[in-house]
């Protein structure tokens, strides 16, 4: 018996010898789970990874990070039959990392995120698609900024439209939410960008970081210029005046004393240049009514402008601009303002309200263009030489270089414009003829009031 005994007693310790053995090394798994991940080894680094989302999740934050990485790779070119796996492993890396490091992840990012896996890969039915990424923006709109992701939500949101699921109002209302997010986000990454812009336009070099921080912002007003051209094109045929003007009848007389609606409605049709029909006097006056705003001082505005009255446009458009607290619309209208003023010959007015414009939508790059064609519409008047009134236009296509890098919708016309500038200005002759060296400083006067550098050509 006592034989027995010590040999189960063996038995006993020996299998405990080899469960310890067989027990994960955490921090051996990950360093050899990241070496492969870094190097993109994604077949060596896979297994490692299943150890470690078996035994060790909350271990290390990068697990999730590399992870990430990998199961996107695998989702994009497994085999077709080996595609659905991994997204559906991807998604669940975004929820154990939401989970087991809830303080360092984003939790509207990560929906999105899971949105867009469940979207690329045909998961779910189109509502489910959506439901996930309005849980992201209604829980954490602050860190859904993904410029690809906000494309896909609002293309998800048009599909169902298309389909009879969703009302043509509520395409509408997201459109809204995103373009708007869009826009912030533009404005955010055009503050980054100007003084850096406006460092290497006065011959400053960059250092590295600042040099990377402009890069960046550069790359992500392409991204969300691209994003937003796409979604109004989403947008299509579905908010032209046909449209429009129907739908805001027929909602009308029951929606007359809602004042979001009414503001969103009169925002639309005077967007879409639809203020000739009568619906949109009716949606000003009620709005005007119910609660007079800056908003309704900018219809009051067109409206005065369609009659022919512009000194009463301009005092609507003033009063619009001090009562206005969203600086995107406070921006377009001074954008207005300036129209006006620049319409009239009034170029230093104009100047001052583009510039308003620019100071609450840095990445408002038509304004720098129509700077630029101001100051090349002076050429003539400003300037105490054939030459420097000719130096004007490198000041003219300065400002147009700067329109195409604020918001790269317009890169292509502006770098035309300003090509055609530099091409009125003086040449390497010319400066050669002059006697002013390169790099030197020409003042510009009357309204203009500005230096520019002579270019090194």
Same mark, same amino acid.
């Given at each position: ?15 405990? +010898? ?23 080894? $994604? ?56 989970? /087991? ?6 939790? +509207? ?15 779910? &039915? ?37 389909? !009879? ?7 509408? /209302? ?28 006065? !011959? ?52 007359? &004393? ?25 949606? @000003? ?22 009659? !022919? ?31 006006? $003023? ?50 004007? $236009? ?44 390169? +790099? ?8 203009? +009031?500005?230096? @520019? ?5």
């Amino acid at each position: 018996m006592k034989t027995k005994f010590l040999i189960l007693l063996s038995g006993i310790f020996l299998s405990a +010898g080899v469960a310890s053995a067989q027990e994960v090394d955490c921090n051996t798994e990950l360093a050899l789970f990241s070496q492969s991940a870094k190097i993109k080894d $994604y077949k060596a680094a896979k297994p490692h990874y299943e150890k470690l989302i078996k035994n060790c999740q909350d271990g290390n934050l990068a697990l999730y990070q590399y992870g990430e990485r990998m199961l996107k790779h695998f989702a994009k070119n497994a085999p077709e039959g080996e595609k659905k796996a991994s997204a559906e492993a991807l998604i669940e890396n975004y929820k154990l990392r939401l989970k /087991n490091f809830p303080s360092k992840t984003e939790v +509207g990012a990560t929906y999105a995120n899971i949105g867009e896996a469940m979207y690329d890969n045909n998961m779910g &039915t189109k509502e489910e698609q959506l439901a996930m990424f309005d849980k992201a923006w209604k829980e954490d709109k602050e860190s859904f900024k993904d410029p690809r992701a906000l494309y896909v939500y609002f293309n998800i949101m048009v599909e169902l439209q298309d389909t !009879g699921k969703k009302e043509l109002q509520d395409v509408f /209302n997201l459109y809204d939410e995103l373009i708007k997010k869009i826009e912030e986000q533009e404005v955010y990454r055009a503050k980054q960008a100007e003084p850096l812009l406006k460092k290497q336009e006065e !011959g400053e070099k960059l250092n590295s970081s600042d040099a990377r921080t402009l890069k960046n912002s550069e790359i992500y007003l392409s991204n969300f210029s691209k994003i937003k051209a796409g979604i109004n094109g989403l947008l299509g045929e579905r908010a032209d005046c046909d449209n429009l003007i129907p739908l805001y009848n027929k909602d009308f007389d029951a929606k007359k &004393t809602n004042v979001e609606w009414l503001q969103r409605a009169a925002k639309r049709l005077s967007a879409k240049d639809c203020t000739d029909d009568p619906i949109f006097f009716k949606l @000003v006056e009620a709005l005007h009514t119910a609660e007079p705003s800056a908003k309704s001082a900018l219809y009051l505005g067109q409206l005065a402008a369609k009659d !022919g009255k512009s000194a009463k446009a301009l005092e609507y458009y003033n009063q619009s601009a001090e009562l206005e607290d969203n600086n995107l619309d406070k921006a377009r209208v001074y954008m207005k303002i300036a129209g006006n $003023y620049k319409a009239k010959g009034s170029f230093s007015t104009a100047r001052n309200y583009y510039k308003k414009a620019l100071n609450f939508q840095p990445s408002l790059g038509v304004a720098y263009l129509q700077i630029a064609s101001m100051y090349a519409s002076s050429v003539n008047t400003c300037g105490d030489s054939a030459f420097n009134k000719r130096a004007v $236009y490198w000041l003219a296509a300065d400002y147009a270089d700067r329109a195409g890098r604020v918001d790269p919708s317009i890169q292509s016309n502006a770098s035309q414009t300003a090509s055609s500038y530099r091409g009125r200005a003086p040449q390497k002759s010319d400066i050669f003829q002059e006697g002013v060296e390169e +790099g030197s400083t020409i003042k510009i006067g009357c309204w203009i +009031g500005e230096s @520019v550098r002579v270019p090194s050509i």
